[in-house]
């Protein structure tokens, strides 16, 4: 048995779960990664021998690093000088608050595992990640009409639900399912599609594309019925002739005037329904960067503050309060102009390697269609720092490493 393989593949199975199945995929995959490295020495050897021999490792290392420096810097100026408002200050527990940092680390014990597999076993585990993800379309498309198993209810909508599977929350599936989403497509338009996943037929990948695609429409977030057409659009023209690209343009324009025939998908995408709130919370997170506009008002506690500064400048009552619902207004709000810096850097490094990944056998390009989604998703709510997304990223940026290491190597190889 490769104990490697298996432990990734339940890893890759259980990311696509609630909170609890992701972090007994940690579990399931440490385990095994040391039984198949044979112990926790030789895993210390393994991440010691990437460190000196991979510059992709080192480099996503520092990128990481940065960021998670640029929170701690934010939370040690917030206890120092930390904002309050209405009565409510911030309070510090640099531990506890810190603890999510280590998630910007995943992405390279997750490549130390992959990268000791051989191309076929990587694409069983990419089967079972994508068998998963098919098998959940179907149920997400179920849910709609039954609510099984959570019932999330569409406001407006008497009798249909969000497509929220496991996750607990509509956006969390906007954000996470278009990862498989990209990659069936992807590898439904290779020719070695069956090879990349240990068997799964182009005509099979395209069928769980296409039910994928179904039930991220029936998330009904608003703003992944803009960003997926604009990531088609995106692969479409990476990925097909010019002819095929003005088909599924047309194809998407239609299907886009045909749904919107429906008064309640119409009353849906143009109800005003969480703007205003939107819209105060940003205020209060652009209040937190013009006090702290190096630091913000700390990692995280801009969510914890928006409620007491909402409610201050209400007048009091109770107010609608959390994350800043906009990825760059989040980074702003929470650690200032450094955060912001540290995390473009951060996400340029990931996209750059994901570019050059897109030379070597895989689904690189469905990955980089999949961050330009995620990005326009980011525009109306927070979808980085949420940790069942942080999951999927990580697996993302895993496999990115191995195959831009992997070009690397062949490249220097040719050379000699």
Same mark, same amino acid.
């Given at each position: ?61 520092? *990128?990481?690093? #940065? &960021? %998670? =420096?640029?929170?701690?810097?934010? $939370?040690?100026?917030?206890? @120092? ?27 390279l014990l997750l490549y130390t595992g992959l ?77 070695d599609a069956a090879k990349l996943t240990a ?6 990948? *395209?069928?769980? #594309? &296409? %039910? =994928?695609?179904?039930?991220?429409? $029936?998330?009904?977030?608003? @703003? ?25 343009l047309s194809a998407l324009l239609i299907s ?95 996209? #750059? ?64």
């Amino acid at each position: 048995m490769n104990w490697i393989v298996l432990g990734y593949s339940t890893y890759a199975v259980l990311s696509l779960g609630s909170m609890a199945t992701m972090s007994l995929g940690i579990g399931v995959l440490v385990a095994c990664l040391l039984v198949g490295l044979g112990g926790p020495k030789a895993l210390a050897q393994a991440i010691g021998d990437d460190w000196r021999r991979n510059s992709v490792y080192r480099g996503y290392f520092w *990128l990481a690093l #940065a &960021l %998670a =420096g640029a929170c701690a810097i934010s $939370l040690v100026a917030a206890a @120092i000088w930390p904002l309050g408002y209405g009565g409510k200050q911030v309070v510090v527990h640099f531990g506890r608050d810190m603890a999510k940092a280590w998630y910007l680390f995943w992405p390279l014990l997750l490549y130390t595992g992959l990268s000791r597999v051989s191309e076929g076993e990587r694409g069983r585990i990419v089967r079972a990640w994508l068998l998963a993800f098919g098998l959940l379309s179907v149920i997400g498309i179920v849910q709609h009409f039954t609510g099984w198993p959570r019932p999330q209810a569409v406001p407006n909508f008497p009798g249909r639900f969000h497509a929220t599977l496991f996750m607990g929350h509509h956006l969390s599936v906007a954000s996470i399912l278009i990862f498989p989403f990209f990659a069936a497509l992807d590898l439904g338009f290779r020719k070695d599609a069956a090879k990349l996943t240990a068997g799964l037929t182009r005509p099979w990948l *395209l069928v769980m #594309a &296409l %039910a =994928g695609g179904i039930t991220l429409f $029936l998330t009904f977030s608003r @703003i992944l019925w803009v960003a997926l057409p604009a990531g088609l659009a995106l692969w479409a023209a990476l990925a097909l002739p010019r002819r095929w690209v003005l088909a599924l343009l047309s194809a998407l324009l239609i299907s886009g005037l045909v749904a919107f025939q429906s008064p309640l998908i119409r009353e849906r995408a143009f109800s005003q329904m969480g703007t205003t709130e939107r819209y105060a919370l940003w205020s209060a997170n652009w209040e937190f960067f013009k006090e702290r506009p190096l630091t913000g008002a700390g990692w995280h506690h801009n969510a914890k503050l928006s409620g007491a500064y909402l409610s201050e400048k209400k007048g009091g009552g109770s107010v609608f309060s959390g994350h800043a619902h906009n990825n760059v207004i989040e980074q702003l709000g929470g650690m200032g102009l450094i955060g912001l810096v540290a995390w473009l850097a951060w996400w340029l490094g990931v996209i #750059a390697w994901t570019v050059r990944a897109r030379s070597v056998p895989g689904f690189a390009r469905g990955i980089l269609c999949a961050w330009f989604v995620f990005q326009l998703n980011g525009l109306t709510q927070v979808n980085f720092w949420e940790s069942k997304v942080l999951h999927q990223q990580a697996w993302m940026i895993a496999f990115v490493m191995v195959w831009v290491s992997s070009s690397s190597a062949r490249r220097k190889a040719k050379s000699s």
